[in-house]
């Protein structure tokens, strides 16, 4: 049953900004759809759709996209109305054929919460789900003059940090250093006018130089550093990595940005959706403070002319420039504070994605005989009966189970499985088939299936499932060797994880995002307990635990 999967996985932001009257306030980040398969995949025969469904039930929004070379679509022209009070959203994406009306897949996101605007107050700690968090994926981007179309987005590139227009990419927080306490951010406002320090003077190439003086300090600290799932606050020296790269920033610290300023008192969690500015945390205290900047070089070697709209309008390198430290003419009660152009400041937002894997036997067939077709077709001249691989019609794979819990119960060495779609309900409602990797079908008992709420559409499915026995665990990884080799040594512990798949009635297979781990290993029991070790027979003992498992 360990079958290549085919995998669609998307990325959105965790929150959406509400639009109003004839405004459309897009989602942003723009959500990305990625399909991944082991087998050969014609993306000019599919495309992909993604609609916004509200939870009071107007008529979705939606957009469709055809795949690129890396088999991803970007979905730039979505946003949530402000007609209805609908408080959270879902995400609906289709896959469809271009010979079929109806889409084949169709998966939903977890409901994503709408916000008017972002807070101008600093989050509660209590409500993580307007926090920033540690070690959870998150989305930098740049916009200048509060202009749609001229917003960049933090990524990466020939193992540099970049911003662009067009793609973007989720970045982790690693945390580094808590706020310091009793050594204000702004203590260098003392020193404007009388420093003469050449470290605090901005020269060409200074930026850079800065750059990569941290890191490797900051790879160093990164691998030393753990932090768990915790709020982000203002003040924290962090480092971010690119999820998918795993290119690293400097030390940075994350400072507050209230209209145009850096709020020099701000403490507290980050906001989703809030307006913050980076400084390279080397230039920490000095009178010239520095922060990553999106108006660096632009990525085809031409340098921002200096102007408002140099290094805007194409994708850029990332660098570091100054703030402006500004004292109000005298006499004046107003303290000095720091002001930052656009391009220093950088909105965040929280970062989520869900993921369905599946496979299709029907399909399995045909795939080396596209493949080979495809070879074909590339080495010969195009015409109007090559151009393109002949699709055959596919039985939609939608409902998806979906599992929201998994509970091992050791007293009948057996799961309990909770969620969605566990019961297959046409043509004949029937239980999916249970496997554990290649050991199945196992042995199901339909327990129960109630309303998530009263009233509600959506039924959660309870599944009761014998899991296998450590022998036979150890017999499907070793098929050739006597049972009596197959027990671990004394003190050798044997590791499986497999996953938990659900088969359907026509083949098709589901993957669960779930596996059990289990551990085994061999203990001597003494039967006749006369205390000689010679005589003592050696027995399989586990342990069992439930992970998250992707494809």
């Not at 009233?455 to 296998?468: E, F, I, Q, Y």
């Amino acid at each position: 049953m360990c079958q290549p999967m085919t995998t669609i996985k998307c990325l959105h932001a965790a929150v959406a900004q509400k639009s109003y009257g004839s405004e459309k306030r897009f989602l942003c980040p723009p959500p990305v759809v990625t399909l991944r398969s082991h087998g050969f995949v014609d993306r000019h025969a599919h495309d992909v759709s993604m609609a916004i469904v509200c939870e009071n039930g107007e008529r979705p929004l939606e957009q469709r996209v055809m795949l690129d070379e890396t088999l991803s679509g970007s979905f730039k022209f979505l946003h949530v109305t402000g007609t209805a009070k609908a408080k959270q959203f879902c995400l609906r994406v289709s896959l469809n054929l271009a010979q079929q009306e109806q889409p084949y897949a169709t998966f939903l996101s977890h409901p994503i919460s709408i916000i008017s605007k972002p807070s101008k107050k600093t989050a509660k700690a209590r409500n993580v789900s307007s926090c920033i968090l540690a070690n959870a994926p998150i989305s930098l981007f740049n916009r200048i003059n509060s202009q749609t179309v001229r917003t960049k987005y933090l990524t990466s590139s020939d193992n540099r940090l970049c911003a662009k227009n067009a793609s973007w990419s989720p970045f982790d927080i690693v945390l580094v250093r808590p706020p310091m306490q009793g050594a204000q951010h702004h203590s260098q406002h003392s020193m404007v006018g009388t420093s003469t320090s050449a470290t605090c003077t901005t020269i060409p190439g200074s930026a850079s130089a800065a750059l990569a003086a941290s890191q490797a300090a900051a790879a160093s600290t990164a691998a030393t550093t753990q932090s768990p799932a915790m709020p982000v606050t203002y003040g924290t020296e962090l480092m971010l990595r690119d999820h998918n790269t795993g290119i690293t920033s400097p030390l940075l610290i994350i400072r507050k940005v209230d209209k145009g300023r850096i709020a020099p008192c701000a403490f507290g969690p980050v906001s989703q959706m809030q307006k913050v500015a980076l400084q390279l945390a080397s230039t920490n205290g000095r009178s010239k403070p520095m922060y990553l900047s999106a108006a660096g070089a632009t990525m085809d070697g031409m340098c921002p002319d200096g102007t408002e709209t140099g290094g805007h309008t194409s994708s850029s390198w990332i660098d570091f420039a100054e703030s402006r430290i500004v004292r109000p003419n005298k006499p004046s009660l107003e303290l000095a504070y720091e002001e930052v152009d656009d391009y220093l400041c950088w909105t965040i937002v929280g970062i989520a994605q869900f993921e369905y894997s599946f496979f299709e036997p029907e399909r399995a067939s045909t795939i080396s005989q596209q493949q080979q077709q495809h070879h074909v077709v590339a080495d010969t001249p195009t015409s109007p009966s090559t151009s393109r691989i002949p699709q055959f019609p596919r039985r939609s794979i939608t409902p998806f189970p979906v599992v929201s819990s998994v509970l091992y119960k050791p007293t009948s060495h057996s799961v309990d499985i909770f969620g969605e779609h566990l019961v297959q309900a046409a043509p004949d409602p029937r239980m999916l088939e249970c496997y554990l990797g290649p050991h199945g079908p196992l042995s199901a008992r339909h327990v129960s299936s109630q309303p998530e709420q009263p009233g509600s559409a959506r039924h959660s499915t309870h599944v009761s499932v014998d899991l296998p026995v450590a022998m036979d665990l150890l017999k499907g990884e070793d098929t050739t060797s006597s049972a009596a080799s197959l027990i671990p040594p004394s003190g050798n512990i044997k590791q499986l994880e497999l996953p938990l798949l659900f088969v359907r009635q026509d083949g098709v297979v589901y993957h669960s995002g779930k596996a059990i781990e289990f551990s085994i290993w061999s203990v001597l029991r003494d039967k006749n307990n006369n205390n000689i070790a010679s005589q003592a027979t050696p027995e399989l003992a586990q342990s069992i635990k439930v992970v998250d498992c992707r494809a």
